[in-house]
């Protein structure tokens, strides 16, 4: 179930945290991490800052879990929802081309 505190800056989820993904698939759990200042407040010179994080399984990298502080976090997590509850990889979301520039096609870049 997705969740978002609407506070400056947003913060929401979607799916497992890394402590419960570890807790149920122990260490074949990795974490994908970036934090970023968007384009937005780049060209305005305020220091808003964004941070994501995707969670997945081992192997197969079957998205466990998407997690987000930073602006129209709430919108972004809420479109992933449906996507971790189909299976998604993140393969899958590397193959997916986002619309540039923007903070959500953060989460289709992870290296």
Known sequence: MPSAVFARPEAASVGMSEAKAQEKFG??????????????????QQDEQ????LVVEGE???????????EHAA????SLTVAIRKGI??????DTIG????????????D
């Open 27 to 44: 260490k074949s759990v990795k974490c994908y991490r970036t934090k970023f200042q968007p384009l937005f407040y780049q060209l305005t």
């Open 50 to 53: 964004a941070t994501i994080k």
């Open 60 to 70: 197969s990298e079957r998205v466990l879990g998407a997690h987000m502080v930073g």
């Open 75 to 78: 919108d972004i997590i809420q």
């Open 89 to 94: 990889t993140k393969q899958d979301l590397d």
């Open 99 to 110: 619309i540039h520039p923007t903070t959500a096609e953060e989460f289709l870049t992870f």
